[in-house]
C-alpha cells in the first residue's frame, strides 16, 4: 500500500498568513493526488484533484502543486472560514489512501 | 443540485451486519463510480470500497475486504454497502462520495454513523 505522510500535523496562522502543508507519497504517484478540507462534525468538502485542478467553486486562494512522491498544498491569504483540518489523498492505485490530516488553528 | 444521502446506520453488536445505503440526486447516478469513505471517532479520513460506474469492477480496503460487500442499482438509483462479521474498529461515520477521476472525488455525503459495541 502507498503511505501518504503529510506535514506538519498541526500548524497556527492567522488571518492573511501564507500557508503551505506537504504531503509525500512512499512511491510515484504521477499526478493522482487529491486534497480535502474538514471542518468538525461536517463532511469532508473536495478542493483539488489531479495535484493542482481546483474543484468546481474552490476560492483561488487555494493552489496544489507537486508530481511523484512530493505535493504542497498552499492557501495564498488565509480567511477565517480557511481553518479546518486537511487531508491529501492518493488515488494512482488500490487501496487508496489518505495522509493522517494537517490541523489548522488560528495562532 | 448534486445530493447524496446516506442511512442505514445505527448500533449494532459484534458480529452481527449492517446494511448502508446512498441514495443519490441532481445527477445521472449510471455515469459515475462511487465510493464509501470512513472516518473514526477522532480519527482521520479511511477509504473503504469503490464501484465502478457499471458495477463491473469493485475493490476494497484489506481491512474490510471479505467482510464488506459494495453493489449497486443504477435502475433504482441505490448505492449500498453491506457490512457483515462487525468489528468495534468498524465504528465510525461512513460516507458515499462520487467519482470523478478514477479514484478522485467531488461531491460527499453527510455520513451516517455505524457503532459496533456490545
Known amino acids: 500500500d502507498i503511505q501518504m505522510t503529510q506535514s506538519p500535523s498541526s500548524l497556527s496562522a492567522s488571518v492573511g498568513d501564507r500557508v503551505t502543508i506537504t504531503c509525500r507519497a512512499s512511491q510515484g504517484i504521477s499526478n493522482y493526488l487529491a486534497w480535502f478540507q474538514q471542518k468538525p462534525g461536517k463532511a469532508p468538502k473536495s478542493l483539488i484533484y489531479a495535484a493542482s485542478t481546483l474543484q468546481s467553486g474552490v476560492p483561488s486562494r487555494f493552489s496544489g502543486s507537486g508530481s511523484g512522491t512530493d505535493f504542497t498544498l498552499t492557501i495564498s491569504s488565509l480567511q477565517p472560514e480557511d481553518f479546518a483540518t486537511y487531508y491529501c489523498q492518493q488515488y494512482n492505485s488500490y487501496p487508496i489512501t489518505f495522509g493522517q490530516g494537517t490541523r489548522l488553528d488560528i495562532k | 443540485q448534486v445530493q447524496l444521502v446516506e442511512s442505514g446506520g445505527g448500533v449494532v453488536q459484534p458480529g452481527r451486519s449492517l446494511r448502508l445505503s446512498c441514495a443519490p440526486s441532481?445527477?445521472?447516478?449510471?455515469?459515475?463510480?462511487m465510493h464509501w469513505v470512513r472516518q473514526a471517532p477522532g480519527k482521520g479520513l479511511e477509504w473503504v470500497a469503490v464501484?465502478?460506474?457499471?458495477?463491473?469492477?469493485?475493490y476494497y480496503a484489506d481491512s474490510v475486504e471479505g467482510r464488506f460487500t459494495i453493489s449497486r442499482d443504477n435502475s433504482k438509483n441505490t448505492l449500498s454497502l453491506q457490512m457483515n462479521s462487525l468489528r468495534a474498529e468498524d465504528t465510525a461515520v461512513y460516507y458515499c462520495a462520487r467519482d470523478i477521476a478514477s479514484g478522485s472525488v467531488d461531491y460527499w455525503g453527510q455520513g451516517t454513523l455505524v457503532t459496533v459495541s456490545s
Open positions: 441532481g445527477f445521472t447516478f449510471g455515469g459515475y463510480g
Open positions: 464501484i465502478w460506474y457499471d458495477g463491473s469492477n469493485k
